[in-house]
């Protein structure tokens, strides 16, 4: 299955371009959050969780994923030990 992860980082700002590019790569479903980078992506982490091998995980942004270069390293290297594709859509919408 191939999954798409959104998120912003105030209230204010908006997803559209985010996920029109998600939906744009096919993915059936699309995690979508409005949250402050001080605390934890609740729909990310349950996202993650649902990620099996063969799935197909898809960000816009690379910062979306992580909060630091560590922690994008991180789960990227999760992903390979898993068995999950993952793609970055830099298509504009």
Request: charged share 20%; net charge positive.
């Amino acid at each position: 299955m191939i999954f798409g992860y959104a998120r912003v980082n105030t209230f204010f700002q908006q997803l559209h371009r985010q996920t029109n590019a998600l939906q744009s790569y096919s993915c059936l479903k699309v995690a979508q959050e409005k949250v402050s980078s001080a605390k934890e992506p609740f729909a990310l982490q349950h996202l993650l969780n649902r990620l099996r091998p063969g799935d197909m995980l898809v960000v816009r942004q690379l910062d979306r994923l992580g909060r630091s270069f560590k922690d994008l390293v991180t789960k990227v290297s999760g992903f390979q030990q898993q068995g999950v594709q993952h793609h970055l859509n830099t298509s504009t919408v």
